[in-house]
């Protein structure tokens, strides 16, 4: 008699599951149902008890609870993990323990049973945009919105899936296990099932209703010969019928006693991914008191100015960890702008330079970040040098600017490092040397000032707005059934980080790297000012910090920078964190592609000093295999121009838009190529990035390929196609590919049709690797060439992913890709 064990019966996925069991279940099955809340179990299904097939069990308890998950657990053959969380939050963990209490209560029943041991069948939860099989067949647009809005989510599922892998991998008597992949999944309380089917190549619909996915985990169960150690599509086969917004209150504990409550109205299709947010409150003690702060309709007025500094002045006294930043007084900058104290009789500025003994090293300074925007301004230049350090009226400044210069004046620090009137804007060897000291001279600043909604410098750092934008409002609310009020705090229309995202300066890719360097940062922003450091993040609305924290991947990042954390999966800072720093960079803006690698050079030298690593284009030299298979994520995907490319073609620096970089590489990831060396050659003529031109000399299987786009071909879209690798085998010319698993680099041209496929590594359900091509008549790396005589040379065209690459038809050879 077969025994199922199920996780979590109720939630939408685990009710589903479920209620198909119940309608249809195998014969003489015993259920035992694992939940922690009985009432609400009953509640949902009423003749739960008195159903005779299958035999029931209620375990009642929580993961952590290892006795009761061991009596759930035993004698199982399947076990059906549905226990996870949609709500995306920083830190999120809810799958990962869940995986992580099963694998160890079913450790303990291996040990103690042994030869009478079961080995069952896992069928975890898991999302087709974790699936690469499933991710490269999504349009950019769906996959991008789904990624950002479940980061947190994905994260903890991925973490939950790799683990259970990896003790199937340890020990496989352990357990076997499927992943059920789906993308959107609604109407959470439905029973109409519209039929089902199950795929290991897709495609995946963008939208599946739970009950079809329940069934689909059933389904998955009766073949588990067949699904063992698979990701497992589950698509409709019937029409898919939306169903109506609901309104929703949501309360959202946390760790601290306070909880935030969401009132809210569900998506009607992706009810489990976004919602349309009303109103965001935060529960209080009715006797707490509001803050003191009252803001202005300016935002350069004094009770503004006067929080700034206390921000300021709290940080510098109180902050361990924000004083703890390594500062560098060797490294002070080139040149600062000297600021005349409030209220003295000086009124003029004036350059002064580090290496005339004007300052001495560690001087305290703010820095600025803004835009400068078209209209010409006052620039330090050679010709006009001489007369800038001797007087600078502040009259002749742009806007953004002086306004820096009175938050310096109220800060109470003497200079002020602003790019325009500290670096020689005429002077190539100069701006060289001050972008390689971009990490010290952000990083030493005491504060870094963002002029954040200014599309100009003559629009300025403080704006008028309404202050009822920044205004705490106290409501009370019934929510319980007791009819007991609740007094709740309005978190505002806009939270402060959404502000600092949504800015026009947040958008420009120099900036990025400013944001990330500076130890404190004010955002002068249109709703109000911002305060970031390592320890808090403060705003008018909660001028004492935010009443919890935004968890926003910058104030991770920014810790990262500094030191170094280890990870059983080696540097945490090379394999996770630089992959989202390539990832949000890449959405950014930048006026010259020959920025692309200069605007992220100060990040790159501080996790150079942090790693001792090496620095290649956009890479680092220990993971540089691993990390070729980047994939751009724009709809339309476009290289810059041969000739002024900023990159060579396997950098994803040489495309524009956003990258979708390989983040940590698992160790059921096997290389399939190595690296023979990697020289250097004279760049380009035009392009004016690098000096030296990085080309690789790689050894590897190479495959002769064809691809065959369906219909014409689109620019404007992604090409799709079919692509067929050439076979050794005498009864055929080709092996077929298969469709959706090609990503090309640029699709303003059609790719050739005869291509090379380079094969990177290879997982038990898949191979990645580059698509490649032969140099063209305007493709200017004639040195690489020139250097490369007797070696076959190539550019990177794209990326290719297959479940059915037989490398046999390739041959190894090397080559240079340039």
Not at 53 to 77: F, M, W, Y
Not at 145 to 162: G, N, S, V
Request: glycine fraction near 6%; charged fraction near 20%; hydrophobic fraction near 40%.
């Amino acid at each position: 008699m077969p025994t199922y064990a199920l996780l979590g019966a109720t939630g939408s996925t685990g009710s589903a599951v479920l209620r198909y069991l119940l309608e249809i279940p195998p014969l003489d099955l015993t259920l035992n149902i694992f939940v922690r809340n009985e009432d609400k179990l009953l509640k949902a299904f009423p003749d739960l008890l008195s159903t005779k097939q299958p035999c029931i069990k209620i375990v009642k308890g929580v993961p952590s609870d290892q006795d009761a998950l061991l009596k759930a657990l035993e004698n199982a053959t399947v076990i059906f993990q549905c226990i996870a969380t949609n709500e995306s939050k920083p830190g999120v963990s809810v799958a990962y323990d869940t995986v992580y209490a099963v694998t160890g209560a079913l450790d303990v029943l291996h040990n103690d049973q042994e030869e009478k041991y079961r080995t069952p069948f896992v069928v975890q939860v898991r999302a087709a945009p974790l699936n690469p099989m499933f991710a490269a067949q999504e349009p950019w647009l769906m996959s991008t919105f789904i990624h950002f809005a479940l980061y947190h989510t994905y994260a903890d599922t991925d973490r939950a899936c790799k683990h259970l892998a990896s003790m199937h991998d340890k020990t496989p008597a352990l357990l076997d296990y499927a992943f059920v992949d789906t993308f959107a999944v609604f109407d959470g309380e439905g029973t109409t099932r519209t039929g089902h089917e199950l795929t290991l190549i897709g495609p995946l619909p963008n939208a599946i209703s739970y009950a079809d996915v329940g069934a689909g985990f059933c389904e998955i169960a009766e073949r588990r010969e067949e699904f063992k150690g698979k990701g497992v599509g589950v698509r409709p086969t019937g029409k898919v019928k939306a169903t109506p917004g609901n309104p929703d209150i949501k309360i959202d504990p946390r760790e601290r006693d306070t909880a935030i409550i969401y009132l809210s109205f569900k998506h009607p299709i992706l009810s489990d991914i976004t919602s349309y947010n009303h109103f965001q409150l935060v529960e209080v003690e009715s006797s707490q008191s509001s803050t003191d702060y009252t803001p202005a309709s300016y935002t350069g007025a004094r009770a503004c100015l006067d929080l700034a500094h206390s921000w300021l002045n709290t940080c510098q006294a109180s902050h361990d960890e924000c004083k703890s930043r390594p500062l560098k007084p060797l490294a002070a900058p080139s040149r600062l702008l000297w600021v005349p104290p409030c209220g003295s009789d000086a009124t003029n500025l004036a350059v002064r330079e580090a290496r005339l003994g004007e300052y001495q090293p560690g001087v305290p300074y703010i820095s600025l970040s803004h835009r400068w925007g078209s209209p010409a301004q006052l620039l330090l230049k050679p010709t006009n040098r001489p007369a800038l350090r001797l007087s600078i009226p502040v009259a002749g400044l742009k806007k953004s600017v002086q306004d820096a210069i009175t938050l310096v004046q109220r800060f109470g620090v003497s200079y002020l490092w602003v790019d325009t009137l500290c670096i020689l804007q005429d002077d190539p060897q100069d701006l060289a040397r001050e972008i390689a000291d971009m990490h010290n001279i952000y990083s030493n600043a005491v504060c870094n000032i963002a002029a954040s909604d200014a599309e100009a410098d003559d629009e300025g750092c403080f704006v008028n707005r309404d202050p009822a934008l920044v205004t705490q409002y106290r409501v009370r609310l019934i929510v319980d059934p007791s009819g007991e009020a609740r007094h709740l705090l309005h978190r505002g229309w806009q939270p402060a980080s959404d502000s600092v995202d949504s800015s026009v300066l947040a958008s420009r890719g120099w900036v990025f790297q400013e944001r990330l360097l500076s130890r404190r940062l004010l955002h002068c922003t249109k709703q109000g000012l911002v305060w970031e450091c390592f320890e808090t993040e403060a705003s008018e609305m909660f001028p004492e910090g935010q009443l919890e924290q935004l968890g926003h991947p910058h104030s991770r990042l920014k810790a990262a920078l500094v030191k170094e954390e280890p990870s059983i999966h080696g540097s945490k800072l090379l394999n996770e964190d630089w992959p989202t720093i390539v990832q949000y960079y890449t959405v950014c803006n930048l006026t010259y592609s020959q920025d692309k690698l200069k605007a992220l050079a100060g990040i790159s030298a501080m996790i150079q000093e942090v790693t001792d690593d090496e620095y290649i284009a956009g890479f680092w030299k220990s993971r540089m295999l691993w990390s070729l298979c980047w994939v751009p994520m724009t709809l339309s995907p476009r290289r810059f121009p041969s000739a002024a490319s900023p990159a060579p073609s396997w950098s994803w620096a040489s495309v524009q838009g956003m990258i979708y970089p390989p983040g940590y590489i698992s160790d059921r990831e096997r290389l399939l190529v190595s690296m023979e060396g990697i020289r250097y050659v004279s760049a380009p003529p035009e392009s004016k990035s690098l000096e030296k031109w990085p080309i690789l000399d790689i050894q590897g299987h190479i495959l002769d390929a064809e691809w065959e786009p369906f219909g014409p071909w689109d620019s404007s879209t992604p090409p799709t196609g079919r692509l067929f690798v050439s076979s050794k085998r005498a009864d055929r010319q080709h092996e077929d590919m298969g469709t959706g698993q090609v990503s090309y680099d640029d699709s303003s041209k059609a790719p050739p049709r005869g291509i090379q496929l380079l094969p990177i590594y290879e997982s038990d359900l898949s191979t990645t690797g580059l698509v490649l091509a032969a140099l063209g008549s305007e493709d200017l790396h004639c040195e690489a060439v020139k250097h490369s005589v007797g070696r076959v040379v190539r550019q990177r065209i794209g990326t290719f992913q297959s479940s059915r690459l037989d490398l046999s038809t390739g041959s190894v050879a090397s080559l240079t890709l340039v």
